[in-house]
């Protein structure tokens, strides 16, 4: 979800926060990171508009910005000593409702969910995002007639091998395999992988050996686990996991939101929205067996987003309606989390290490 380690440019550890304006959030707020014990220490704030999903460039150390609204919008920020310096005026997306983006190559990709589309902007050299490019409107709806009247694309990211772009689409119960064109940065669709109706896929995390890709459904609490051909580009479902709401009433109906890998490929964590939980399963018995074993309280209030240090040490969880970003030690063993603090930030929506 970050760089590729966890230092910001200035050399100290840092976290992106971002946080829903129009809910009293503050924009993204820079905190600074323990390396000994992971406490989040609050330095300086960043104005954006609803940014409600950071990524950070592993090449140019940029960090991206969408702009959850109408209007569709990225920012693009320098990391300095002193916070974060705008790279120029936040640029439309030609799309509306961005919920996701991601870096591929010299291109930056947005999953905009209101429009049902894919966007894909190109990159100065400087990190700088250029007009729109290219966008690509997904097609199609689902049987939840509430949430599913049509294509709600609610993540957009590049594969291990970097061939191809998945996009993870809410409204149409998939996930789209693109062939991203490097010299014009056009999006073309390759292959389209259909999963169970009304599950209302929302995001898609790799396991770090690259042959297994987990998605996370947000309509019902599962996992689909999923065989990955880096060379083919093709999605495989092979199977499906519940992720358990431990310790939630039946009465209270469950949204997960986030999911993550543990980089040594021990672990994986799923956020659960309404039940309020943290869910670890084990990959003991190989990439494509993830087993439940057991479930912690987020340490909030609708955990909307969950990230995982460099080096599996430690979990960051974006409680949206509590409005705090809580922090886990990882149990080496069984990969449980245990809560070790937490930073008040209001309307919480995503946090990145970098």
């Given at each position: 979800m ?10 100290e ?26 406490a989040?220490?609050?330095l ?24 959850e ?6 920012a ?11 790279l ?29 589309s ?43 091998t ?6 993870v ?27 169970r ?42 199977g ?19 999911i ?11 956020a ?21 074993t ?17 080096s ?36 919480a929506?995503c946090?990145?290490?970098?």
């Amino acid at each position: 979800m970050g760089g590729a380690d966890s230092k910001g440019r200035s050399g100290e550890h840092r976290a992106y926060i971002g946080s829903f304006t129009s809910g009293g959030g503050r924009g993204v707020t820079i905190a600074a990171v323990d390396p000994k014990t992971g406490a989040l220490t609050p330095l300086s704030v960043a104005t954006a508009e609803d940014p409600s999903y950071l990524a950070l460039a592993r090449d140019t150390g940029v960090l991206y910005a969408v702009s959850e609204t109408e209007r569709g919008e990225v920012a693009a920020f320098r990391p300095t000593a002193g916070g974060l310096a705008p790279l120029g005026a936040p640029m439309r997306v030609g799309g509306s409702g961005p919920t996701h983006l991601s870096v591929a190559g010299r291109r930056l990709l947005t999953a905009n969910y209101t429009s049902g589309s894919v966007s894909s902007l190109p990159l100065a050299a400087d990190g700088r995002p250029g007009g729109p490019s290219h966008v690509l409107p997904h097609q199609g709806s689902g049987p939840d007639t509430g949430r599913q009247e049509g294509p709600h694309a609610h993540q957009v990211l590049p594969d291990p091998t970097g061939r191809w772009v998945l996009s993870v689409d809410l409204g149409t119960d998939s996930v789209r395999v693109c062939a991203l064109d490097p010299a014009t940065g056009a999006l073309r669709v390759h292959t389209e992988t259909v999963l169970r109706a009304g599950t209302g896929p929302r995001h898609l995390a790799f396991h770090p050996e690259g042959a297994v890709a987990y998605v996370l459904h947000e309509l019902e609490p599962q996992v689909t686990v999923c065989r990955w051909n880096g060379a083919s580009g093709r999605l495989e479902p092979v199977g499906e996991v519940p992720v358990a709401s431990g310790g939630a009433s039946g009465a209270v109906r469950a949204y997960p939101s986030a999911i993550v890998a543990s980089p040594d490929g021990g672990f994986l964590w799923a956020a659960v929205r309404g039940a309020d939980t943290l869910v670890t399963l084990s990959l003991a018995d190989g990439p494509g067996k993830p087993r439940l074993t057991g479930a912690v309280d987020c340490g909030g209030a609708w955990p909307r987003d969950l990230a995982v240090d460099p080096s599996g040490n430690r979990l960051y969880a974006a409680n949206e309606r509590s409005g705090d970003v809580t922090w886990f030690e990882v149990d080496p063993l069984t990969g449980q989390p245990h809560r070790a603090g937490s930073l008040a930030v209001p309307a919480a929506a995503c946090v990145v290490l970098g």
